[in-house]
């Protein structure tokens, strides 16, 4: 009789930890972060460290891991609106779509939205705009991912506890520029707008929704995202921050439970760019975000669910190019983003009247990517960096190269170039691919995530950890 009743007790007990829901979840999103940008920033870091294989971060060693599908409703390859909704609804769309079926017109929620009607607090975190494709398919319903004023005032309208990005794109309506704008409906429907992570914390206590944007200095200077890690200058805003932010902000009312949504948009910019030192440094700082979540789930591990995967792969990211060998670590001295290099190229112009020299140059280019001190380079990479300052920066003006959100000087694209190159990486296209995206889980429900599985099956998953019911 004992034995048969320490049995029951067993079978009961596992039945409960089983049935255990995820009162908390965390759900990151690394935008166009594929499998080789993952192992890519293992490898570097293990070339840092010097030593041969990986030196994993903290999310991919999570207990549960597998890859998802991410074709859109429309296309074998998709764009982040599309990309984000099946992330976020479990449903295929059209390209560009938000939040949308493909027939463009009919609505449907999200994951935030069913964790929101089972009572819990919501949270939706970028580094890039508030109303960006990725953030806005948690809480927009648009045809096209360009409607950003449209996708700011659906903010409103679902009314989640707390929003954080750079700031908001097309705070002004372009077709009606007198009415109401994106800042001023924050106050009349209950928010309250921080800038900066310091601003926040004097902020926080007395607000009863939030949104949190950089200072209004840093959005001057670039509101479209806040800076890259490679870029980051002292006391800028960071992921973690934000990250931090929403969990303090999140957990007011420990009863309720809530869910997050972070999202490290930059990855992305950086692969449409082609700049592997610069995905390396974002890569690194989204597993610092992931490292405060982490810090939660470490005092909450049975209530507690963190998942992390990509909306998409962007920019064919190739680790080899046929040596059988990589020059990773060749990296370290690559010091600014190509957008950041450009940056410094405009300032030495504005500083010369357009009468930049070649010695000048060179001298930046010794700096910030370590060239000919650090980093040897052929007669021929030299030769191609001098003639591509001859016919754009010699007493000339500038004639940019266009990527997906960066125009920038021609010799900054070449430096880049040349130290991927002698890094032994590759890129495809600058544009997003098919290729699998990494899932990495813990916590309750985390064994959910096995197997190879669709985009859409992902928030469907959640919600069944967390006991959400779709509507």
Known sequence: MRKLSSLLFLLVLSVCIYAQQAKYVFYFIGDG???????????????????MGISPLLFTQ??????????????????????????????????SAIGILKDQQTPVNSVAVWAKNKGCRVGIATSV????????AFYAHAAKR?????????LYKTGFDFYAGSDFRDVTDPDNPPAENLYTMADKNGYTIARGYKDYLKKSKKADKMIMLQTEEASNHEYASIPYAIDRKKGGLTLQDITRSAINFLSKDPSKGFFLMVEGGKIDWACHS???????????????????????????????????????????????????????????????????????VNEMRTKTNNQVSWEAIQQ???????????????EQQEARLKTVYD????????????????????????????????????????????????????????????GRIDNTQIPIKIAQAAGYIQE
């Open 129 to 136: 705009t508030v109303n960006h494709a990725t953030p806005g």
């Open 274 to 344: 082609n700049d592997a030192a610069t995905v390396f440094h974002e890569i690194i700082d989204f597993d610092s975000a992931i490292k405060t979540a982490y810090e939660f789930y470490s005092q909450h591990p049975d209530e507690t669910l963190i998942v992390v995967t990509a909306d998409h792969e962007t920019g064919g990211f190739v680790l080899g190019t046929g040596t059988y060998d990589l020059n990773l670590q060749v990296l370290k001295n690559q010091k600014v983003s190509e957008n950041g290099f450009t940056r410094i």
């Open 391 to 450: 016919k754009s920066l010699k007493n000339q003006e500038m004639k940019q190269v266009s990527s997906e959100y960066a125009q920038d000087e021609p010799i900054a694209s070449e430096a880049k170039r040349i130290i991927n190159e002698i890094a032994l990486v590759g890129w495809t296209s600058g544009g997003h691919s098919a290729g699998y995206v990494p899932v990495f889980a813990i916590g309750a429900g985390a064994d959910l995530f096995q």
């Open 364 to 378: 930046a280019l010794k700096d910030n990517f370590g060239f000919w001190e650090k980093v040897e380079l052929t």
């Open 146 to 154: 360009t409607l950003y004023h449209e996708i700011g005032k659906d």
């Open 62 to 95: 999570f207990p549960y891991s597998t890859v998802a599908l991410t074709n859109s409703g429309t296309n074998r390859v998709t764009d982040s609106a599309a990309a984000g909704t099946a992330l976020a609804t479990g449903y295929k769309t059209k390209n």
């Open 33 to 51: 972060m594929g499998v080789n940008q993952v192992q890519g920033t293992e490898i570097y870091r293990a070339e840092l460290e010097e030593k």
